[in-house]
């Protein structure tokens, strides 16, 4: 018999995290553009995952081990495949500057860290505390659009400040307010206008 919990509640997690996979083989080819749409992916799974997984019905079990699941899958999506496609990127920058990615891993293990140990609390109030780390699923990839449409920037360092300010947001103790209603629409339409134009530009 497995261990672990299967419904359908977790469908759109184990979708993100394929997704997910997939986007960090492209960038170890170094087809950048393929990866910020699997990033992009991810992270309208994770946007819906939890509504969805309430729709479902649900023992206490399996709800915990839906937000472990979920929690687990963040790491992958949203630290892991945006650090492949980081260091792709600036692969010309000094090596010692890499460090911007141990920074924005660890900055993202902390703040998962924390929004686990505060999810109760936190499901009543408007707020987070620190920028959730999907943000950086549309974050990334809006960067890399405008990019491809004015080439000319010098992109190796504004991505590095991207990925250093990203992290700083991760733990830094500031109120983001939660997303709800038509701001998922928002998000989703915005997250398929930057896949739209990576594909067109790219």
């Known amino acids: ?13 184990y979708i993100g995290l394929l997704s997910s996979a997939i986007g960090i083989y492209f960038a170890f080819y170094e087809m950048l553009s393929y990866s910020m749409i699997c990033l992009i992916i991810s992270g309208i799974c994770d946007l819906f ?5 309430r729709m479902c019905k649900r023992n206490d079990e399996e ?15 949203f630290l892991v495949l945006p650090c492949c496609i980081g260091l792709k990127i600036l692969i010309n920058i000094p090596k010692v500057l890499n460090i911007v990615f141990v920074f924005y891993m660890l900055a993202g ?11 109760n609390k936190d499901e009543a109030t408007k707020y987070y505390i620190g920028l959730p780390v999907t943000y950086s699923a549309l974050i990334i990839p809006l960067v890399y659009a405008i990019n491809l449409i ?5 992109i190796p360092y ?6 250093l300010v990203i992290g700083l947001a991760f733990i830094l103790n500031i109120k983001i307010v939660k997303p709800k209603g038509i701001w998922y629409i928002i998000f989703a339409i915005l997250a398929i206008a930057v896949i739209t134009l990576i594909i067109m530009m790219g």
């Open 158 to 163: 504004i991505y590095f400040s991207i990925y």
């Open 109 to 119: 293990i902390i703040r998962l860290a924390w929004f686990n140990m505060n999810s």
């Open 1 to 13: 018999m497995l261990i672990g919990k299967y419904n359908k509640s977790v469908i759109l997690t």
């Open 150 to 154: 004015y080439a000319n920037l010098s």
């Open 63 to 77: 709800k915990e081990f839906g937000v472990q699941i979920d929690s687990l899958v963040d790491v992958i999506s």
């Open 49 to 53: 995952d939890g509504k969805f997984a």
